[in-house]
């Protein structure tokens, strides 16, 4: 099915709660229906936008085009072994409902990506990460609808170029190339965890859980009697751990991090840890390591920066909220004062994450 409407209202596609609008807005229902929405002569020769939640962007003003939504759902089980599960799923999906899907189900890889907000295709778009690992670690191949072939193309997740945040359909000569329609990974039927990043370790340890230490970085997680850890236990932990930090966007607008944590070599950083004990980081490899943004963002001084009603979250200030009424021009220049105080407290120039459209 597809739907069609005029100068409609982008509030429900951004999670800042702007009133952008858009000229056109086209919503859709499966693959097949691309073809013929492309073919449309409303929609021809113009530009367009496709739009998950919204949950990385950042509109800027009405957009003068077609702003395209996915209303593609499913989750299935394409193959299964004893030991891995071949998951195919529809790119209108919510990524969390999938990450929640698969917990109950027993399926193990995903859980350290619960509770972040948007859809499956803007998930492959972005390579979305948290708590040690990045949706690249389980993607096999995702599907796309070629607009300029007109057909329907399976790319595999290797030949997807992703990096930190970033990946193929990013690029600018693709940008507008591909819509996900599908995308295909792989989930471990094994009980096995990845705890080596921020406080995943101290939370299930005040839930009572005594960690079991090993050479592989996802490891079973036991209990004083030696009771292994559930898979519902570890989605609730890392749920909690965003819910006591991260601002719900129905209830005040945000994007979820803002910035992007720079990577440094590592011997800028050991020369800004010379100055700065306290600077914590995540290698990234040999050569490089990551620094939270949010950590820098702080300590220049901006935890009560504030442009009318957009402002700093203060309990985690990679985050910028919209408190009621900041319009766009607000978040921007927040942002531009945030990254000036970054750039002179520690020479780093961080980046937004978020899309400005």
């Keep these: 099915m597809i739907k069609y409407t005029e100068n409609a209202s982008l509030r429900p596609y951004n999670t800042f709660g702007l009133n952008a609008k858009a000229a056109l807005l086209v919503e859709y229902t499966a693959e097949e229906d691309l073809p013929l929405i492309f073919a449309d002569e409303r929609v021809k020769n113009r530009p367009f936008l496709h739009v998950g939640e919204g949950s990385n962007l950042l509109f800027t003003k009405d957009f003068d085009g077609v702003v395209l939504h996915s209303g593609i759902r499913g989750i299935k089980p394409a193959s299964q072994t004893e030991d891995v599960v071949l998951l195919e799923c529809g790119a209108g999906e919510k990524w969390d409902q999938v990450c929640e899907w698969c917990v109950d189900r027993g399926f193990y890889g995903i859980e350290n990506l619960s509770a972040i907000p948007g859809e499956v295709g803007a ?17 096999v191949a995702i599907s796309v609808y070629d607009v300029e072939q007109n057909k329907n193309v399976i790319i595999s997740a290797s030949d997807c170029q992703y990096g930190y945040r970033t990946s193929l359909f990013k690029q600018p000569a693709y940008r507008n190339r591909f819509i996900v329609t599908h995308v295909l990974l792989s989930l471990s039927r094994k009980a096995l965890f990845l705890l080596d990043y921020g406080n995943i370790k ?5 839930r009572g859980f005594s960690l079991a230490q090993g050479s592989d970085k996802r490891k079973p ?3 004083l009697r030696g009771k292994q850890i559930t ?12 819910a006591a930090k991260l601002p719900d966007p129905h209830v005040m607008g945000n994007a979820g991090s803002f910035f992007k944590n720079p990577i440094l070599p590592k011997m800028v950083y050991d020369t800004l840890k010379g100055e700065y004990p306290d600077m914590p980081m995540y290698e990234v490899d040999d ?10 963002i702080e300590r220049s001084g901006c935890k009560e920066r504030h ?8 309990l985690q200030c990679l985050v910028l909220v919209n408190r009621g009424h900041a319009s766009a021009n607000d978040i921007i220049q927040l942002a531009a004062l945030i990254v000036e105080a970054v750039q002179e407290r520690f020479g780093i120039k961080i980046e937004p994450e978020v899309n400005y459209i």
């Design 123 to 139: 998930a492959a778009v972005q390579n979305i990460g948290a708590y040690g690992m990045e949706f690249k670690d389980v993607a």
């Design 202 to 206: 101290a939370a299930l340890l005040e």
């Design 221 to 223: 997680i036991r209990n």
């Design 231 to 242: 898979l519902h236990a570890m989605r609730e932990t890392i749920c909690a751990i965003r």
């Design 287 to 296: 050569t490089h390591v990551k620094v939270p943004a949010g950590w820098l």
């Design 307 to 314: 442009v009318g009603d957009a402002t700093v979250y203060p």
